[in-house]
């Protein structure tokens, strides 16, 4: 690590940091059965207590993004990683109190994480390698997932349920000591120390609204896709346990494809066609996939394409915001992330149960990557307005 250059070096450590965010959200999936049995809970409550995790976003990313601007990034991203400590300590009780409140307020701490250390990635790499490194970034979440779902299970059958909850909290505070030892901020990042305010430009708010609400879509239809398509493959007579496995690769395969994909397309100089091509690709494939007679082969297209636009999206915030405005920026640009991930999929939910039909979701999720294509429009003619509006009193 000490032979990158700096920003590589703080990108690894931020890096880190964000796969222990997505490492801590797999624990209640991964323990649900204990947790179901210790808490006496049901299925329904056990959902609720997922998605607890992403619930503070909604109302706290923008004001992160200001804290962050006031108190500085790096010490708002400590106090993130703080509080998922503590919460992941908490929901090692086996009272439901304090497992939901634990995970409250991890999720509260991963906030923090998820907006601030985006504004210092970008600080690091914008006018360099901006696409690459959010595309490095972004891998982190799909990574944690996957580590949680290989770990968690050993840790829970040679020690207790309650170790995975331990286990998360303990690599939050070791990602704190890396964070607070190795990361500095970059030479050329604007002092925003001192500045309780948001005076976006109306330019700059509907340009981070729109990258946002492009990433809440893309994300949407990602999660929409590989939550319900194993039901759709054992309609069309897959075993069901196949069934997981083939709509597994769509996190695995990921986990290479976005960086990959990032680092080819910014040497292409061509970020609305890969774009584009990306959300039509997957809008077309999970649209025929409920029809087609051979289902792998739309499937396999959404595979080798859905990971296209990932780096590119994140980068158009960078595109979006002025250097001084990149803290509070974020924050409404997860607004719409967070709001996005909260209502889509369960409008896809509702959409399969009002139905009846598996491939309501899949279309549905077709459905948004078309409003992605469509918001990426909408961006890139709001780019052409002037630069010189004043900003909104905030």
């Given amino acids: 690590m000490l032979s990158l250059p700096d920003r590589w070096r703080m990108l690894s450590v931020l890096f880190l940091a964000r796969t222990a965010m997505a490492y801590q959200f797999q624990t209640v999936a991964s323990d649900g059965p204990f947790l179901i049995d210790t808490l006496g809970i049901g299925f329904a409550q056990l959902g609720t207590l997922i998605g607890l995790y992403m619930l503070p976003g909604i109302v706290i990313a923008l004001p992160g ?158 999660v929409i896709l590989i939550s319900f398509l194993p039901e759709l493959f054992s309609q069309r007579g897959y075993p069901l346990d196949e069934a997981s496995r083939v709509v597994s690769l769509l996190a695995w395969v990921l986990i290479p494809s976005v960086p990959i994909a990032g680092y080819l397309s910014e040497r292409l100089h061509k970020p609305n066609l890969v774009m584009i091509g990306g959300f039509a690709i997957v809008a077309t494939a999970a649209a025929i996939l409920p029809l087609a007679p051979v289902p792998i082969v739309p499937f396999a297209a959404i595979v080798l394409t859905i990971g296209l636009p990932a780096g590119l999206i994140m980068a158009l915030s960078a595109e979006a915001l002025r ?61 052409r307005a002037p630069l010189t509006t004043p900003p909104l009193a905030g």
């Fill in 65 to 222: 993004g200001m804290l962050g601007q006031r108190f500085g990034v790096k010490r708002l991203v400590l106090v993130g990683l703080i509080l998922m400590a503590v919460g992941g300590a908490l929901m090692g009780a086996d009272t439901a109190a304090l497992v939901f409140g634990g995970r409250l307020l991890s999720g509260l701490g991963a906030v923090f994480v998820n907006v601030l250390m985006t504004k210092m990635v970008t600080d690091w790499f914008a006018g360099r390698e901006i696409v690459t490194a959010l595309a490095v970034f972004v891998t982190s979440w799909p990574l944690g997932i996957a580590l949680g779902l290989i770990s968690f299970p050993t840790l829970a059958a040679i020690y207790s349920a309650n170790a995975v909850m331990d286990a998360a909290a303990a690599v939050a505070l070791v990602c704190l000591v890396l964070i607070l030892l190795v990361y500095r901020s970059s030479p050329d990042a604007p002092s925003e120390a001192g500045r309780l305010q948001l005076d976006l430009t109306p330019r700059e708010w509907v340009l981070i609204s729109l990258a946002g609400f492009i990433w809440g879509s893309y994300n949407a239809g990602y």
């Fill in 323 to 383: 250097p001084e405005n990149r803290s509070a920026g974020m924050g409404v640009f997860y607004t719409w992330h967070y709001a996005a991930m909260a209502v889509l999929p369960a409008i896809a939910g509702t959409a399969r149960d009002l139905f009846g039909n598996p491939a309501a979701p899949s279309l549905f999720a077709a459905f948004l990557m078309v409003l992605a294509a469509a918001a990426l429009v909408g961006f890139r003619l709001a780019q």
